[in-house]
């Protein structure tokens, strides 16, 4: 009996050790959780301070910033709690708190302080865009006498698709006006999302716009030039061909046909190509998209096996 009362006694011991240690890591998780307790709902506090500081100049500049200020105002009923303490609301609890006011004030802050910059940005594209739709409207204009000069030198063929740029140009640029109003008004009522929606959209209608007025003088340009002298085009796409015939043969006795095939095809294409010059008018913009089809495929080919070099394959 007595031997088991002293293996009780041990036991006991060791329990009450491993409660003591474990009452020591709780105190002292306690000990380190208060610790933190006051500089994190100071550094709340002080956020809080910093974000109202920043709507605050923000306003004297002139502008609103209302949903930051409805954001700050939902923060309130935070801060309340924060004052009334872990002794009300618990330790745990009070340090997510300060930490959650921290983040969204902070975001607050530093949302109010580039809101005078997002604002002068927007004035800045509305000019900007406003300026450009102007010279594209001069632009468009131009396209029709373009247009008649493809008519009248070139086959239908190389000019049919170019036929709807000038109404479809007015029509990008009268959307492009439209919207250009709708930002503007969005920008004094400071509905900044609102402004910048509208203006990429603009943007997006002038770049179209752009490109396509700009077509209709590169295609001119370019039929001018074969026209006066097809055999460049012909020169520099047979080049193309012999480097890429060139680089298939390095090493080599016969090259690998998934290369020999494509460069023999592009040869045959380009034969075609200068045949359809023959005639009175002939559709030099077929000529000049087979070209460089021609020239596309050759790249391709020269890029597989620099690509096969380069793996040791």
Not at 189 to 205: F, G, I, K, Y
Request: charged share 30%.
């Amino acid at each position: 009996q007595l031997t088991r009362a002293k293996d009780d006694l041990v036991r006991v011991k060791g329990e009450l050790d491993r409660f003591a240690q474990g009452l020591g890591t709780l105190l002292s998780s306690a000990e380190t959780q208060l610790a933190r307790l006051a500089p994190a709902v100071e550094r709340g506090r002080q956020a809080l301070l910093a974000a109202s500081n920043a709507l605050d100049a923000v306003r004297a500049s002139g502008l609103r910033a209302d949903d930051l200020a409805a954001r700050l105002a939902a923060l309130a009923p935070e801060l309340t709690k924060l004052n009334q303490g872990a002794g009300q609301h618990g330790v745990a609890e009070t340090l997510q708190r300060a930490d959650k006011v921290l983040r969204d004030a902070e975001a607050i802050r530093a949302e109010a302080a580039q809101l005078p910059e997002r604002a002068a940005e927007i004035d800045r594209r509305l000019v900007s865009l406003r300026t450009r739709a102007q010279a594209l409207t001069t632009r468009a204009g131009q396209v029709e006498p373009v247009l008649s000069e493809l008519r009248r030198r070139f086959s239908a063929a190389c000019w049919q698709d170019l036929q709807p740029v000038p109404e479809q140009a007015a029509v990008n640029v009268r959307q492009a006006e439209a919207k250009l109003a709708e930002a503007a008004e969005a920008r004094s009522e400071q509905r900044w999302p609102d402004a910048t929606s509208r203006l990429t959209t603009v943007r997006a209608l002038l770049n179209a716009t752009d490109e396509a007025v700009s077509a209709a003088g590169d295609r001119l340009q370019r039929l001018d030039a074969v026209a006066k002298n097809p055999q460049a085009e012909i020169d520099r796409t047979r080049f193309a061909i012999r480097d890429a015939q060139r680089l298939a043969m390095a090493g080599r006795n016969t090259p690998d046909p998934r290369h020999a095939r494509p460069l023999d095809d592009a040869v045959a294409r380009l034969e075609r190509a200068i045949e359809g010059l023959d005639g009175r008018h002939p559709d030099y913009w077929h000529f000049l998209t087979e070209t460089e089809a021609v020239r596309q495929t050759a790249t391709r080919v020269v890029s597989a096996i620099r690509e096969e070099l380069g793996g040791g394959t």
